[in-house]
């Protein structure tokens, strides 16, 4: 099983490019126990991963690149998220599982060749099984409600638009694409 596919949307990346004039909602920097078993057999430095929310019209505008019969089942949210590699040695956003979205379609708009990579975990082993390196303008829709990770450039930002489904499974939200 695949926990990504590449689609087509055209999305006005302009709208989130600055984060200051965005909603702060969250940083990302808990350890699951996925990261912490990866540690033991990789060395990296774990990363926070900001949050902001994209709100109003804002909003609106990204989600007219959604299947009205999926906005139907629910709306989604619509965050940004950056991330900036550590400027030595390999750094990442840790493994782990998203806790407050079960599917996210990621809109790529600052990249620099980062790993995003999908682990199965069974009986306390963390199994590397597929990952993908996005390029600017790529999206994806992704299963975040399994574990992965991304390796970040060193000293570089990694920023995305996410459109975030709270309710709605991976399995649900990819008949669409």
Partial sequence: ????KKIDLNVDTA?????SKLAFENSFYKWQKYGLKLLKYKEYTPIANNQYKITGQSKTKILKCIPQQL??????EVWVFNGTGSVEGLSMLAPHRDLVRLCGINIYFETNNERTIFYDYHNQKLTEVSDFIAKD?????LDVDQPHA???AQGKTRKLISIAFIKTPYSEVIKYF
């Fill in 150 to 152: 991304v390796e970040l």
């Fill in 71 to 76: 906005l139907l089942i629910e709306e989604p």
């Fill in 137 to 141: 303008n790529d999206c994806y829709i």
């Fill in 1 to 4: 099983m695949s926990y990504f």
């Fill in 15 to 19: 709208l989130a490019k600055d984060t």
